[in-house]
């Protein structure tokens, strides 16, 4: 059944932001009429009955009756303004249309039969609606309120284009018009993403930690590392300070040289060199409290 929509409009005198806000404070929107062998006006229409209207998706394609200061006349929506965030209309353009003029408009698709065309049915596909609405191009009593789209008959892995549809009378696709003819829809199987199971990699325990004790940590504080398997004179020097065990050369090593002695420095239990510029030679090795060296426990 064919629905009439009649929008009541009134002339609008004045202009400029300022005039726009009020009318929008006053539930008005400003709009513009133009188009066919008259001037443009300024109007203003309630925004309520306008909300009420957009509510109806065949009132975006249809011909309006437009009450214009007592007048009617024929229009169509061209553009519609919206508030970023609130249900509120800011500005309306409605074009006049004629009887003896053809007329583009974009027509609104309706696809039917999906659920029993074979693709789906027998194959288990899924349709793709690739396109939503197309432009037309046709008088404005031929104007239709939407183009059907039937895949009752659509089979998996085929699709519909703007040749397979079946138009009304007086009706013309602009795309077929300039040598176009793009897939409406399409049925195919559903994509499956697999993701691949990366090897799980088990982590190498963290090598157990030296306890710097006065037993334990002996190691740790004459410098040899048993993951290395050898003296590192870092390592010895750190234990040592931090324990505060007496200096003294190891089993093995060589008498230090001359001035190469190491004194306590008084500040923050360290140790400094008196000679620097001597290198030390050998390997220092500690003492327990007890007096013991590594090599008698």
Known sequence: MAIDFTLVAETRNTRGKGASRRLRHADKVPGIIYGGEK??????????????HLEHE??????????????????????????????????LDLQRVSATQKLRMRVPLHFTGADAAP?????????????NDLEVSCFPQHLPEFIE?????????????LSHL??????????????DDPAVASIH????????EKPVVAEAAPAAALRLDDHQGLCCLSG???????????????????????????????????????QHSGQGGGYRQERPDRAQSGQDAIRCIDGRS????
């Open 119 to 131: 693709g789906v049915k027998q194959s288990g596909g899924v349709v793709s609606h690739l396109i």
């Open 149 to 161: 789209v039937d895949l009752s008959q659509v089979k998996l892995n085929e699709s519909v284009h």
């Open 39 to 52: 001037p443009a006006v300024s109007v203003t229409v309630e925004h309520n009955s306008l909300l009420k």
């Open 58 to 91: 065949a009132f975006y394609s249809h011909i309006l009756t437009v009450k214009l200061d007592g007048q009617e006349e024929k229009a169509v929506l061209r553009a519609l303004q919206r508030h970023p965030y609130k249900p509120r209309i800011v500005h």
């Open 189 to 196: 199987l559903p994509r499956v993403v697999v993701e691949e």
């Open 224 to 262: 040899y590392r048993a993951d290395l398997g050898q003296f590192c004179p870092a390592r010895r020097d750190h234990g040592r300070r931090r324990k505060g065990y007496s200096l003294g050369p190891g089993p093995g090593d060589a008498e230090p040289r001359r001035g190469d002695r190491r």
């Open 166 to 179: 079946k138009l009304t009378e007086g009706v013309e696709l602009v795309a077929l018009a300039h040598g």
């Open 294 to 297: 590594p090599g008698q426990i």
